[in-house]
């Protein structure tokens, strides 16, 4: 079992930005990566940003040179900086971590918001 809190989100105006943090607990040994999705009003949940165990990342086209995403692995954290923000950049932002060992599994935070004001 994995535990992930998320914390860092509120409200900011357009330009300026913000940094996330995911702290996750449990048994870590199988996770093989963790990163960010969001979801905005009315939309789907949309990955925002992934990392590897490895550190290798992916990110969403929309959000390519203005996040970045990182981890400290002493503390088992992830973190995504959102720089130049963008009023569609607002949505729940939700950490996930998938565990690959017999089967896959995903464990996911219960969100934290991002509003992001014209």
């Known amino acids: 079992q994995v535990q992930l809190v998320e914390s860092g989100g509120g409200l900011v105006q357009a330009g300026g930005s913000l940094r996330l943090s995911c702290a996750a607990s449990?048994?870590?040994?199988?996770?093989?990566?963790m990163g960010w999705y969001r979801q905005a009003p009315g939309k789907q949940r949309e990955m925002v940003a992934i990392i590897t165990t490895g550190g290798n990342t992916n990110y969403v086209d929309s959000v390519k040179g203005r996040f970045t995403i990182s981890r400290d692995n002493s503390k088992n954290t992830v973190y995504i900086q959102m720089n130049s923000l963008k009023p569609e950049d607002t949505a729940v932002y939700y950490c996930n971590a998938l565990e690959i060992s017999m089967t896959r599994r995903d464990y996911w935070g219960k969100g934290t918001l991002v509003t992001v004001s014209s």
């Open positions: 449990g048994t870590m040994s199988s996770i093989k990566a």
